[in-house]
């Protein structure tokens, strides 16, 4: 790691960096409700003096802003996620080198080409509309668009025109050669069906809100288009104006196998400049609650092509942390392999859902798995540091924020100092604290003033 002189002009680097682009700029190209602040990131990067010659990992990516905010700082990083539609985010966000012109060619053309069909689609079911169509424009067939509903759309989230016209709008970004300016249209695309088109709100949880008819698909599209396009024109100025930028790479991975992952399919971590090894990890894991994120994220893991059927959903949970009752299958046993009632802290948890499961004779529903939901949840998380041992430098530091939960009949799960005892105890981080940073209301039941915190991990020199 280096902590030459240069290291105390990060900050006054990455902040003249950053002040080239706003706030919003890249960032909010897409978003999700769970999605960290950048401002962490930079917060740390001061702290730890990072600089240009370290490399940072966030193995839990979400939409990337990790990846992003190190790029923004000048520094190398590589971002992972199990959800396809963060990987798609991640990397489109980092990669700025796009072709402007076939860009702004690509977008006119399927703007041209999807306009009439959009307008057919608002025409169905409105004589006045209908005729107007007839006479004053050519004739257009819906026949080439497969447009019933896809088999894992959640009932009522999307209405039936917006439905239509999103799938007709699919159908010709998937037309398009499959590089990385086709990327942004895919990005452009799911991005604009949860906060624009669907019927879907979020507190924080997916929710249905009234129907919504029909939507100017066309116009929020071009828009979103308009908004990506600008943000690139000013990031490759800044670029050509001498703005430094750090490498990125995104990838699939699941966070248990983290090291495995990225010794076999990381190019930047192999690079001469890291030489296999991981200076910082900053990321936002999830944490023990009834967060289920393939819910929060149906349409655009849909509109992806990504997510068909339940083998598909399953898949994905499968790679995941389990966090919730919705990711709790019959062959999960990390718990016991990694004998993680052992610890104290997580055994009395346990336990005391357990009693309360007998003493109220809980015989269906979720509550069932709660216990397991903690079981495994904390033996994942043991398992996930220590794959991030195996790859980080000597003296490295891994940052978690965390956040405590009263999520399960308010029984208390204080995650970050049990996840604390874990990587000391049983993996050999040294120097560890934990550093608080804001209270946070429990989502289900009354627990309220949870603690939110960034455990910080170090591997021994």
């Known amino acids: 790691m280096s902590q030459d002189d240069t290291s105390t002009n990060a900050s006054m680097e990455h902040r003249s960096n950053i002040a080239r682009l706003s706030d919003t700029d890249i960032h909010d190209w897409y978003r999700i409700v769970f999605a960290y602040s950048d401002e962490i990131i930079y917060d740390l990067i001061e702290e730890f003096n990072i600089t240009e010659d370290d490399l ?20 190398d990083a590589i971002g992972t996620d199990v959800s396809p539609v963060g990987v798609l985010a991640g990397s489109v966000k980092t990669t700025w080198d796009v072709d402007l012109d076939e860009l ?41 668009y497969d447009l019933s509903e896809p088999e894992k759309t959640p009932k009522g989230w999307l209405s039936e025109k917006p439905r239509k016209k999103m799938l007709v709008l699919r159908h ?55 908004k990506i396009e600008g943000d690139l024109r000013r990031a490759q100025s800044s670029l050509a104006d001498g703005l430094k930028v750090g490498q990125s790479e995104v990838l ?37 609650a009834e967060h289920d994120y393939t819910r929060n994220q149906r349409l655009e893991l849909i509109w992806l092509g990504v997510l068909a059927d339940n083998d598909d959903l399953q898949g994905i949970k499968k790679s995941s942390i389990r966090s919730h009752t919705k990711n709790i299958y019959v062959g999960d046993n990390e718990g016991e392999q990694a004998n993680i009632r052992e610890n104290e802290r997580v055994d009395a948890i346990i336990t005391e859902m357990e009693r309360i499961i007998d003493e109220e ?34 003296g490295g530091k891994a940052c978690y924020v965390v956040a405590d939960s009263g999520s399960y009949w308010q029984v208390s799960i204080e995650t970050g100092e049990i996840l604390q005892e874990l990587a000391e105890r049983r993996v050999g981080f040294v120097d560890t604290e934990i550093k608080p940073w804001r209270k946070l209301h429990s989502t289900t039941g009354s627990h309220d003033g949870l603690d939110e915190e960034i455990l910080v991990l170090t591997k021994p020199e």
């Open 172 to 226: 010709h970004v998937e037309s398009m050669p499959d590089d990385r300016v086709t990327d942004v249209f895919r990005l452009a695309m799911v991005a604009i069906l949860p906060e624009d088109v669907a019927n879907v709100g979020f507190g924080p949880e997916a929710y249905r809100k009234s129907a919504k008819e029909n939507v100017n698909v066309h116009g929020i599209f071009a828009e979103k288009l308009d």
């Open 104 to 144: 702004s060619r690509r977008r006119n053309e399927l703007l041209r080409t999807i306009e009439p069909v959009l307008r057919t689609i608002d025409s169905e079911g409105n004589a006045t509309l209908s005729s107007f169509m007839e006479t004053d424009s050519e004739s257009v067939t819906l026949d080439g």
């Open 252 to 288: 699939a991975a699941d966070a248990r196998h983290i090291s495995d992952a990225l010794t076999e399919n990381s190019g930047l971590l192999h690079t001469d400049a890291h030489d296999g090894e991981v200076d910082y990890l900053i990321t936002s894991p999830p944490y023990p």
């Open 361 to 394: 004779d809980i015989q269906h529903g979720f509550g069932q798995y709660y216990p397991r939901v903690v079981e495994e949840y904390f033996a994942g998380m043991q398992h996930h540091f220590e794959q991030v041992f195996e790859i980080m430098a000597p």
């Open 56 to 75: 940072i990992l966030d193995p839990f990516n979400g939409t990337g802003t990790t990846t992003l905010a190190a790029k923004q700082s000048g520094i």
